[in-house]
């Protein structure tokens, strides 16, 4: 039933934010959508928000296959969907996920679908004007007016919420939140501190707080966004803009008995805040890893201490959500007010913004910028 609804029509050109050639300033170009294919939706773009990947992608940090389309923290419509799709239609409001679980592959076999080894994104490309084959970010591409992905890319939520709310699900907000309620399996009474409060580490804090931790201590070099933790559920703050390895590790014990934490969440992904989750945790207590650490980044430290010390050190892929299942209840939180996802979205731009939003990310002056269409 749910059949492409024009006929005749093999693609349509929209507006999007292209990263043409490494380091270089991002641009608006024609992008050429095709039809989608069996298995394919396209998608109608209502708001897409800012996240650091996206610079990553322009820097060349991710990968060298520019053209790129960037963004990829997306909800919209879907405007048309391909053979054999069944689980979503047009009209449906959807939020996009770079996790569209295949059902076959070790990890889904084995019943763990959040470490789906083989996702499934569009096979068909989306182009520029001349033909030119585009990447889209993380096999998304949504700072354009439209965009074709995988069906299972998109994850119908509540279409009460507001699209520029709901889209911060599908990257950065679900990351912080999974890592704390998936990955460290933060529980009721459990002292949990993260490092790095930016948009990932803010929704780590919400997600212990979701959990019901007792005790939530952020940490950051920036007061403006111990500031925002605070308001978001943190119970205490360090501003370790001043504080050496040593004084860190203190800084925590001293707000947890003495012992550390019993869930320590590094949002930054350094070598230097990696070490200090993994101090500043009590015995046998749990570091998640979420921020992306670069190649060139290297660890050294006593092995007697991860034996000494015990309990388990997890790296956090997307906060180890399954869309399908947390999207929408994470949705219907947030529309009970359980849930401040609004207080994420520090502004909304246009899309020919985005490049002075990446400015603003990178002086610590947002927690998301969302391009609205
Ligand atoms: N694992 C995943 O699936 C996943 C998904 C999305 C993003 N990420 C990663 O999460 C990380 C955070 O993303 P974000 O959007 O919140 O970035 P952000 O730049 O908004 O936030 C980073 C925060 O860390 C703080 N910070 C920097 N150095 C610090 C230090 N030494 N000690 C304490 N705080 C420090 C900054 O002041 C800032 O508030 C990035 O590395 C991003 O790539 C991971
Ligand atoms: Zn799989
Ligand atoms: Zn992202």
Wanted: aromatic content about 6%; charged content about 20%; glycine content about 12%.
């Amino acid at each position: 039933m749910a059949r492409l609804a024009s006929v005749g029509r093999m693609s349509q050109t929209v507006r999007g934010v292209v990263a043409l050639s490494k380091g270089a300033p991002v641009t608006i170009e024609q992008i050429m959508i095709p039809d989608p294919g069996p298995g394919e939706a396209v998608v109608q773009v209502q708001a897409c928000g800012v996240c650091h990947t996206d610079l990553h992608y322009r820097e060349g940090g991710i990968n060298d296959e520019f053209p790129f389309l960037l963004g990829h923290e997306a909800a919209g419509i879907v405007e048309s969907v391909g053979e054999g799709v069944t689980d979503v239609q047009p009209g449906d409001f959807v939020v996009l996920n770079w996790r569209a679980v295949c059902g076959s592959c070790r990890a889904c076999l084995r019943g763990r679908p959040w470490y789906c080894f083989n996702t499934h994104n569009a096979k068909q490309k989306m182009t520029l004007a001349d033909g030119t084959e585009l990447s889209p970010a993380l096999g998304i591409g949504a700072f354009a007016e439209k965009t074709l992905v995988a069906a299972g890319q998109c994850t119908k939520v509540d279409p009460a919420a507001k699209a520029e709310v709901a889209g911060l699900l599908g990257c950065g907000v679900m990351a912080g939140l999974g890592a704390a309620v998936n990955t460290g399996n933060v529980g009721r009474g459990d002292s949990v501190a993260v490092i790095g409060c930016g948009g990932v580490g803010t929704a780590a804090v919400v997600g212990a707080r979701l959990a019901g931790a007792a005790r939530i201590i952020a940490l950051d070099i920036d007061q403006r966004k111990l500031d925002v933790a605070q308001e978001l559920g943190a119970t205490h703050t360090i501003n370790s803009k001043d504080l050496d390895h040593d004084g860190v590790v203190a800084a925590v014990q001293e707000l947890t008995g003495g012992f550390g934490a019993d869930v320590v969440i590094d949002a930054v992904g350094r070598p230097e805040t990696w070490k200090q989750a993994f101090y500043a945790r009590d015995l046998a207590g749990t570091v998640v890893l979420v921020g992306v650490p670069t190649p060139e980044m290297t660890l050294e430290m006593p092995l007697l201490d991860f034996f000494g010390r015990g309990g388990s050190l997890k790296s956090s892929w997307y906060g180890d959500c399954l869309p399908s299942r947390d999207f929408p209840m994470l949705i219907d939180l947030h529309l009970q007010g359980r849930l401040p996802l609004d207080r994420f979205v520090s502004e909304t731009i246009a899309l020919g913004e985005v490049e002075a939003a990446f400015a603003k990310m990178h002086h610590g002056d947002v927690l998301r910028s969302v391009v609205v269409f």
